[in-house]
């Protein structure tokens, strides 16, 4: 009878309905008697009545716990709750008290009472601790310790109970990750950060390592927390190549960068350029690695980033002329000239920059001290004509002309040279004017 009402009438109304055909059973049972004193029933009758009083409370029984289970089932969670409660209090003997009691908690979980769930699940594995019913509550528990990224209480709890004292260590890690993940995903970064940081501890080779390296750092750099992002970031790094390996290398780059971290920022430049495969990102982290190293000011490490970058395809041509002129002025420092020389020569074929500017000027220079003046002469005309932005340099070529001409005994034009520089050049507090008025005062009256 119950299923064709089943079939037939859905959620509240086959409750309602159960309930009435209960109470229609129980008329037709207890009929017989209606009407008789007790002193006229027999012994025999009065067993009998007991026994259909039995069955119509066992009928109740099922009909309330079933109401509340079609409450549950039309997600009217509330009165649910309200209807299996009762029904707990009243038959704490009924077949169906466990899982009812189970019931409890997944309408508390869907009304988002945790700790009333936890608490009915917990009687369900206390009444029940080797049933079908006390699996699914601990399944409920462990969703409740790892939503709240508290696996490890799970584990106490699990034991406490003497109940999943085997679970292995895989299985413990998987949870503990899972439990910090859940905190991540719901941006409670803060809550992720120790539960990242327990797992790390409690598992030092971790099936997860690298995964929860990558998220502790993510919520280091949402906090603001740039240090221990660093830190935690490097320690991925050196885990080798994995799928996180060039996002982190382009957040790690970066912020040693910018916290003036040089070294690892050189290095983390160098490693991204390598390892990905966007040209867009490879010309910029070459151009960080050129940066870097340059910020670190050691002449053996300029000169083994210049001469690395020459076998760069990828990179642009501020990043390849700054790195040229770098290693230059290491070989003018290491009395190298003619390898300086020959830097200048690469780095003078364009002089809108100002290291091209420069390195014409140290050749016109060079050509001078070997007293070609001639050439050289020619080479400060050629080198304004090319209509250079660095009038720096344009103007020490020009005094470079003035001495040319002193040296060759015309003082009338090297003091017009000279003159022209006073009179024309600007700014006037760079030291150029100075220099021509210096010039100036040395020639013959």
């Not at 997944?106 to 917990?122: P, R, S």
């Not at 206390?126 to 584990?155: H, M, N, Q, T």
Request: aromatic letters at 12%; one cysteine or more; a neutral charge.
């Amino acid at each position: 009878m119950r299923d064709t009402i089943k079939r037939k009438i859905s959620g509240f109304a086959y409750g309602m309905a159960l309930m009435a055909v209960i109470i229609f059973i129980a008329i037709i049972l207890i009929e017989p008697f209606i009407g008789r004193r007790y002193y006229s029933i027999s012994k025999e009758q009065l067993v009998k009545m007991e026994n259909r009083i039995i069955k119509i409370k066992r009928l109740v029984d099922d009909a309330k716990y079933e109401l509340g289970r079609t409450y549950i089932a039309d997600e009217q969670y509330s009165n649910g709750v309200r209807t299996l409660e009762s029904f707990v209090e009243q038959y704490p003997n009924s077949a169906h008290y466990t899982q009812a009691l189970s019931d409890l908690g997944l309408a508390y979980m869907n009304l988002g009472q945790k700790d009333k769930a936890l608490m009915y699940y917990d009687m369900v594995v206390k009444a029940a601790p080797k049933s079908s019913a006390s699996k699914g509550a601990l399944r409920g528990i462990r969703e409740i310790y790892v939503d709240s990224g508290d696996a490890d209480s799970y584990f106490e709890y699990a034991e406490k109970v003497g109940v999943e004292v085997d679970v292995n260590v895989a299985t413990r890690d998987s949870l503990s990750y899972a439990a910090a993940q859940k905190l991540y995903l719901d941006n409670k970064t803060k809550e992720a950060t120790t539960s990242f940081n327990a797992y790390l501890k409690n598992y030092p080779n971790g099936h997860y390592q690298n995964d929860a390296l990558f998220f502790l750092g993510d919520c280091y750099i949402r906090d603001g927390r740039e240090a221990e992002a660093i830190e935690t970031l490097s320690k991925l790094v050196d885990q080798g190549r994995t799928q996180y390996l060039e996002r982190v290398l382009e957040s790690l780059s970066s912020m040693c960068y910018k916290s003036e971290r040089w070294e690892l920022a050189a290095k983390s430049y160098r490693q991204l350029y390598d390892e990905s495969s966007d040209a867009a990102i490879r010309k910029s982290a070459a151009s960080g690695y050129v940066a870097s190293t340059l910020k670190v000011a050691n002449d053996d490490a300029t000169v083994a980033m210049a001469d690395d970058v020459e076998k760069f395809e990828l990179i642009t041509d501020i990043a390849r002329r700054k790195a040229r002129y770098a290693k230059s002025q290491v070989m003018l420092r290491r009395g190298d000239e003619q390898a300086a020389m020959a830097i200048f020569k690469t780095l003078s074929k364009e002089v809108k920059s100002v290291e091209g500017a420069e390195a014409r000027f140290r050749i016109i220079e060079a050509e001078y001290k070997a007293k070609n003046y001639d050439k050289a002469e020619k080479m400060v005309y050629e080198f304004s004509d090319t209509n250079t932005p660095q009038n720096y340099w344009l103007a020490k070529a020009f005094i470079l002309l003035g001495d040319i001409y002193f040296d060759k005994g015309d003082s009338f034009q090297a003091r017009a040279t000279y003159q022209s520089i006073v009179d024309g050049y600007s700014p006037k507090d760079d030291g150029i004017v100075d220099e021509a008025k210096v010039r100036i005062q040395r020639l013959p009256k």
